[in-house]
C-alpha cells in the first residue's frame, strides 16, 4: 500500500507530462503549417488559420483549435505570416491545474 501511494502519482504525473508534450508538438506543427499555407503566393492569413483548425481537429481535438488567430509580420525583415494557437490542457487528475499553451508558427510570404 505505501508502494502505491509513491508509484500511482508518479505515473499520473507522467502520463500528464506525456500529454501536454503530444499536445504541444501537434499545435506547434499545425501552426506551422497554417502559416506556410497562408504565406502562399495566392492565400491569405485567415486561410492559414482554418488550415490550422482542420489540423488540430483531425490530429487530437477541435477544443483545442478555438483560439487560433493569424497575421502578417515581418519575418527576419521579409513580409510573412504568422499563426498562434492558444490552448489549455486539462488535467489528468480529478485535481491540478490545467496547463496553458501558447504556440506560433511563421513563414515567409511567397513572391513572383
Do not use: C, K
Not at 497554417?34 to 492565400?43: I, N, P, S
Not at 527576419?76 to 487528475?93: F, I, S
Amino acid at each position: 500500500m505505501l508502494v502505491l501511494m509513491i508509484l500511482v502519482p508518479l505515473f499520473l504525473g507522467i502520463l500528464q507530462l506525456a500529454l501536454v508534450l503530444h499536445v504541444r508538438n501537434t499545435l506547434a506543427a499545425a501552426a506551422s503549417e497554417g502559416a506556410r499555407y497562408g504565406a502562399t503566393l495566392d492565400r491569405a492569413p485567415a486561410d492559414g488559420a482554418a488550415r490550422t483548425r482542420e489540423q488540430i481537429g483531425d490530429a487530437v481535438a477541435g477544443r483545442f483549435a478555438r483560439d487560433v488567430s493569424a497575421g502578417e509580420v515581418l519575418v527576419d525583415g521579409a513580409p510573412g505570416v504568422q499563426v498562434t494557437v492558444r490552448a489549455t490542457v486539462p488535467p489528468l487528475g480529478l485535481f491540478g491545474p490545467a496547463v496553458p499553451l501558447e504556440v506560433t508558427g511563421n513563414a515567409v510570404e511567397e513572391s513572383r
